[in-house]
């Protein structure tokens, strides 16, 4: 799952070597922590959020058949 947002998310950005992908797994559920160069935020959300929740529904779709949920988080760094 991690690899697919990392994949997804360097084909959008300007700046693929800042893209920073990390996972924290549970038991039931896992969170997938997605980290871009702050000027690259904005392609990776997409026009009214469309591209994340492109990535949100592949990842769904994905994860489904692990029989496990997983949650997409896009994090903005603060300088």
Do not use: F, W, Y
Not at 14 to 33: F, L, M, N, R, T
Request: charged share 35%.
């Amino acid at each position: 799952m991690r690899d697919l947002i990392e994949i997804m998310a360097k084909a959008l950005v300007e700046h693929p070597d800042q893209v920073s992908v990390s996972e924290v797994a549970g038991e039931h559920a896992s969170v997938i922590e997605l980290r871009t160069a702050k000027e690259d935020l904005g392609k990776v959300i997409g026009k009214r959020g469309r591209n994340a929740q492109a990535m949100r529904t592949i990842l769904n779709a994905a994860s489904a058949k692990l029989k496990k949920r997983v949650v997409l988080e896009i994090i903005e760094e603060e300088l």
